[in-house]
T-cell receptor
């Protein structure tokens, strides 16, 4: 069974640019989550999508946004990039949040802002 | 405020030397506690889910336990390949927390041969 896949593996941008990160969940999973893992800060919850709708978002500015497609894949968009956005962005998927199923993670996209 | 604290931050063991990692939590309405293992440059790998106090789960050399305030990850006779960062996370049902995992800072384990 294929796990969560994320692309690209690495992404280098400059301040003020926009970045798009992509995620394909495990087959059969309808919920997709995004987390930011910055150095020294641990994993911070960004967004949760289920059945194409944004269900919850963490304490991040509106320039962090995303969407979920009909095939349940998702993308995360970060506008007006700032130096502190440099981090590992992790996507996770699960069967159903109402049953508090475990979230399974991909290997992330390393975003570097120059 | 919901919070997860892991200790110690780092742990060095000799191969075969058993020990425990601690995860203390304060949340309003625990719905699940999750243990993950993260290797350098990789995403977290799911290990266990615990839902209620008194529950225990085992997998090879690892055993996770849960009380009303904390969870322990016991490592029995560890091997060098057990070296990794172990993350604890909780999911609570209170207001906007649905779907969100709250992570601790992790314990980095190094097992020397």
């Amino acid at each position: 069974e294929a796990g969560v896949t994320q692309s690209p593996t690495h992404l280098i941008k400059t301040r003020g640019q926009q970045a798009t990160l992509r995620c394909s969940p495990i087959s059969g999973h309808t919920s997709v989550y995004w987390y930011q893992q910055a150095l020294g800060l641990g994993l911070q919850f960004l967004l949760w999508y289920d059945e194409g709708e944004e269900r919850n978002r963490g304490n991040f500015p509106p320039r962090f946004s995303g969407r979920q497609f009909p095939n349940y894949s998702s993308e995360l968009n970060v506008n007006a990039l700032e130096l502190e956005d440099s981090a590992l962005y992790l996507c996770a998927s699960s069967l159903s949040t109402t049953l508090y199923q475990p979230q399974h993670f991909g290997d992330g996209t390393r975003l570097s802002i120059l | 405020e919901d919070q997860v604290t892991q200790s110690p931050e780092a742990l060095r063991l000799q191969e075969g030397e058993s020990s425990s990692l601690n995860c203390s939590y304060t949340v309003s309405g625990l719905r699940g506690l999750f243990w993950y293992r993260q290797d350098p440059g990789k995403g977290p790998e799911f290990l266990f889910t615990l839902y209620s106090a008194g529950e225990e789960k085992e997998k090879e050399r690892l055993k996770a336990t849960l009380t009303k305030k904390e969870s322990f990850l016991h490592i029995t006779a560890p091997k060098p390949e057990d070296s990794a960062t172990y993350l604890c996370a909780v999911q609570a049902v209170s207001g906007g927390n649905t779907g969100k995992l709250i992570f601790g800072q992790g314990t980095t384990l190094q097992v020397k041969p």
